[in-house]
């Protein structure tokens, strides 16, 4: 699947828009790119139409009333906020201050968790586009032969994806 051109499989156009202004506000496009940019959105409807399918029901109703709580604060649905009105909603989500949706703070702490996965994730599964996530921090990826581990330590090499032809289906 080509996660630059590829339709939604799981969410509606709709709820892809809300989902896509809201990663943008938690990992924002700089001098850098941001989690869009990077395929966090196109990672998170993959994940939904497999291992996290169970979690649909919790992304429909908190995109849902995103909007919603977005037009009884602002007059206006989610998308159509400035940024800074898009962070006094998600501010609220996160610390669960919204009314009639007790799990506002779950599903905000879901989808952040969720847009750092794919900003990061190994790019076989939708994410971390071109590997960019990982040039961010300077990871190299799955070094094969690397005797010393790199974990917090700066290393010199490119990134290196696994290689998907590999990976066995379950």
């Known amino acids: 699947m080509d996660s630059k051109n590829s339709s939604p499989n799981v969410l509606t156009t709709d ?5 896509t202004a809201i990663a943008d506000r938690i990992f924002p496009k700089t ?8 395929g966090a959105v196109h990672y998170i409807d993959v994940a939904l139409a ?4 169970p979690l649909v029901p919790l992304y429909r109703q908190g995109l849902r009333m995103v909007n919603r709580f977005a037009q009884k604060k602002f007059d206006r649905v989610f998308c159509l906020l400035t940024e800074a009105q898009k962070d006094a909603v998600l501010i609220d989500f996160e ?7 007790k799990q506002a703070a779950e599903f905000f702490e879901t ?13 076989q599964y939708g994410g971390n586009r071109d590997m960019i ?3 961010l921090v300077n990871f190299p990826g799955q070094q094969f032969g690397y005797v ?4 917090n330590k700066r290393v010199d ?3 290196v994806a696994m290689d998907s032809s590999k990976v066995k289906e379950k």
């Open 15 to 19: 709820e892809t828009k809300i989902l």
């Open 111 to 123: 989808v952040r968790y969720h847009v750092l996965e794919g900003v990061f994730c190994e790019p």
């Open 133 to 135: 996530g990982w040039r």
């Open 31 to 38: 001098d850098t790119p941001g989690a869009v940019e990077i």
């Open 148 to 151: 010393d581990a790199y974990v």
């Open 50 to 53: 497999g291992d996290y399918a």
């Open 157 to 159: 090499l490119a990134p």
């Open 95 to 101: 610390s669960g201050a919204v009314a009639g949706f």
